[in-house]
Nanobody
Framework: QLVESGGGSVQAGDSLTLSCAGS????????LGWFRQVPGKQRSFVGT????????FYADSVKDRFTISRDNRKNIVSLQMNSLKPEDTAVYYC?????????????????WGRGIQVTVTS
């Protein structure tokens, strides 16, 4: 089970950190990812991190602004979002794979959180 927290409404240029708490003894063996979705569009890739947290990949649209990190002792993955833009407004989803390798495609992920709203106003 994955549960996101930390969403909300902020102004452009602000920062926000999303967290995702996972349950299960295999959390540290799973690659994790963040995706986002706006109404009427497909879910899109934001970033992904491998099991040990040493490798991460990001979508071009968030590169250099967003950072993924994880704490396997606490079963938490975080998404630090800086310099937020109105186009970052979306429902953000945390996802987990059964394997340790990061992935950029949503179909690679077996487990999903319910999502959390992030709204950025100009």
């Amino acid at each position: 089970q994955l549960v996101e927290s930390g969403g909300g409404s902020v102004q452009a240029g602000d920062s926000l950190t999303l967290s995702c708490a996972g349950s299960g003894r295999t959390f540290s063996q799973n690659a994790l990812g963040w995706f986002r979705q706006v109404p009427g569009k497909q879910r899109s890739f934001v970033g992904t991190i491998n099991d040990l947290g040493g490798t991460a990949f990001y979508a071009d649209s968030v590169k250099d602004r967003f950072t993924i990190s994880r704490d396997n002792r606490k079963n938490i993955v975080s998404l630090q979002m800086n310099s937020l833009k109105p186009e970052d407004t979306a429902v953000y989803y945390c996802a987990a794979r059964r394997v340790p390798h990061p992935g950029v495609r949503s179909e690679l992920y077996e487990y999903w959180g319910r999502g959390i709203q992030v709204t950025v106003t100009s």
